[in-house]
């Protein structure tokens, strides 16, 4: 508890727009995609140098059965075990490239809420993969192209719920092809971790995005 508390006496909150230069939200809005694309079709001289992911954290409801998916039935190490103050545990697995999958448990978290904290997987008979404002929809991971459908039989004999192999492009109205081509830009599934997460792992392509090509939609706001 005594970590959680200093935490949150170091939390500040600051009005938006206190950096000079920076456009207030609602103005992002009022952009043409010409601006966009001009604007935001490459990265600032100032940009945040993010390299890469360190680690996503999940919930668990079932940390041995989180183990058991991830290290014994998919076979990725087990990195770190944490023992939290309040009786909870925080485990991580390695996620390549120097990133961790991770996992918190707590005993008195809330029950699982489908088509709020993660995807409503009876809603996607009816194409309907919405969540909540906030949260994590999806998380993928990138793996070899040759290495999809080995890995798709693995995770399906695990009981997880997985999609067929899609390919991903601009072409067409649903946004997946019938086979991959030069407009493919992913090829992946889809599949569900051992409490729901909606996850997918893939290929990206050699399909350069271009902001001509690629940056085609002026963002909705909340009033939309």
């Known amino acids: 508890m005594k970590?959680?508390?200093?935490?949150?006496?170091?939390l500040t909150i600051s009005p938006v727009g206190a950096q000079t230069n920076v456009?207030?939200?609602?103005?992002?809005?009022?952009?043409?995609?010409?601006?966009?694309?001009?604007?935001?079709?490459?990265?600032?001289?100032?940009?945040?140098k993010?390299?890469?992911?360190?680690?996503?954290?999940?919930?668990s409801s079932d940390m041995a059965r989180t183990v058991w998916f991830w290290s014994e039935?998919?076979?990725?190490?087990?990195?770190?075990?944490?023992?939290?103050?309040d009786g909870g545990q925080h485990f991580f697995m390695e996620g390549g490239r120097g990133a961790a999958i991770a996992y918190f448990w707590?005993?008195?978290?809330?029950?699982?809420?489908?088509?709020?904290?993660?995807?409503?997987?009876?809603?996607?008979?009816?194409?309907n993969f919405q969540t909540a404002h906030g949260s994590v929809n999806h998380v993928a991971f990138n793996v070899p192209s040759e290495k999809l459908r080995e890995y798709r039989k693995r995770i399906k004999a695990t009981g997880s719920i997985v999609t067929p192999i899609l390919y991903h492009t601009d072409e067409t109205e649903s946004g997946y092809g019938p086979k991959k081509d030069e407009n493919t830009t992913w090829e992946s599934f889809y599949f569900t971790g051992p409490d729901g997460e909606y996850l997918e792992l893939t290929s990206q392509t050699s399909r350069p995005f271009t902001p001509e090509r690629d940056i085609l939609h002026k963002p909705a706001t909340k009033a939309e």
């Open 106 to 127: 707590w005993a008195d978290a809330p029950q699982r809420a489908p088509g709020i904290a993660n995807v409503d997987m009876e809603n996607m008979t009816n194409a």
């Open 73 to 85: 039935a998919l076979g990725l190490r087990l990195t770190k075990t944490i023992q939290l103050a």
């Open 50 to 59: 993010i390299d890469g992911i360190n680690h996503i954290a999940f919930v």
């Open 3 to 10: 970590r959680v508390q200093k935490l949150c006496t170091h």
């Open 23 to 48: 456009l207030p939200p609602e103005d992002v809005q009022k952009l043409t995609v010409e601006e966009l694309r001009e604007r935001y079709g490459q990265a600032k001289p100032d940009a945040l």
